[in-house]
Structures are given as structure tokens and as C-alpha cells.
């Protein structure tokens, strides 16, 4: 867990949970967070040492001033939200903040194949039995199905590393998963999809 300034006295500068997703919501997380979201994040960031509980349901952030004007405070917490992210376990943050540097790593692009564009057959050799190769349209399926593969595995893996760096103490599978799944979603709207153009099939005189 990083380590960050602690205040003498928290409870001066303490506020609900609703308020300070308030002050992070102006410029300093992306703005189609939703508060199940939200709520999934600050427990990440609670393990992370960013945030405090502190009682009737109030928490602490160590270091902000919340005597300042909010676009200050909102500010400070851009700042000390960009520190958080430099370490190990809070590089999950980058996926979440507005402006900080680094993506996560895009899927690879689903399958321009389709099933029902096989290939043309290939020029058999001469003793070569039609019986021996599979057909055309075998091979494209197979192709489709190791591609399909591919992708399941390299998806796995993302989900095996980014629940690796969030699951702690107080985020639960259920709340890792709520945020991996906008990650995903916001990578995928960051993919632009490729139109299909089938080629003109040349014509034999």
C-alpha cells in the first residue's frame, strides 16, 4: 500500500462518500462513471491507503483541504490520484482518469471471417485425391475457431492481471468485475470497426 501524508485530526476534513464523488467527477474521473461504479472504485482506492472510513459514514482524505474552493480541491485530488496510479497496485487507476498516460492493452479485433465466405478451392496436384483434402470451407471454420481462441485467451489473461492489481481487503470479485467490465467496454468504443468489403470476383472469359 502507498503510503501518503496523514492529517492530525481527519475528522476536519471529512465528508461523505457522495460528496467527494462530487469533487472527483469534476475533471478528475471520466463522467460516464455511474455510482455503482463509483463505489466499486473508492473501496479499490480505500485499499490503495488514498481514502479513509472514519465514522457515521463520513471518510477522510488524507492531505486534501476541503476549506478551499472545489475547483481546488477537485484539482488536488487529480493530483494525488496521479501519484496513487505510479504505484504497482494502483496502476488500474489509468483506465479511470482523465488525462493520465497509458491504456490498457486493446483486444484484438473480432473476426472479419465469415462462416459463409469460404475460399476458393485450390488446384489439386495431379494424384492427388479430392478425398484427402478437407474441404474448403472446413479449413475457414477451423481458422475461425483458433481465432475465436486466440481472443478468449488473450481476454482471460487481461481479467486474470487486472483482478490481480484491484482485488484487496475491501473489493470483492463482484466489485473487481464491475470494473473490468467498463475497462472493457471502454476499450472496445476506443476499437473502430473495420467495414467489410468483399472483393469482385473476376470474371473468366
Known sequence: MQKFPQDSDPSKNSASRENWFSHCHNG?????LNEKLMEALWLYLADLGFCVELE???WSVPGIDL????????RDIGKKLLQAGK?????????????????VKKS?????????FASPPRPHAAG???????????????????????QME????????????VLGPSVTREDAQILFNYVIAKTRQKVQPQKWVQLSRRRHK
Do not use: C, M, W
Open 87 to 103: 504505484a504497482e497496485k494502483g496502476l488500474a487507476l489509468k483506465h479511470f482518469l482523465i488525462g493520465s498516460e497509458g491504456e
Open 28 to 32: 478528475v474521473f471520466y463522467d460516464d
Open 108 to 116: 484484438p479485433a473480432p473476426s472479419r471471417s465469415r462462416p459463409g
Open 56 to 58: 457515521n459514514g463520513l
Open 128 to 150: 492427388e485425391s479430392l478425398r484427402t483434402r478437407p474441404p474448403a470451407h472446413d479449413l475457414s471454420n477451423l481458422q475461425i475457431v483458433k481465432k475465436v481462441e486466440r
Open 67 to 74: 476549506s478551499k474552493p472545489s475547483s481546488e480541491i477537485s
Open 154 to 165: 488473450s481476454f482471460l489473461d487481461q481479467e486474470k492481471q487486472f483482478f490481480e492489481q
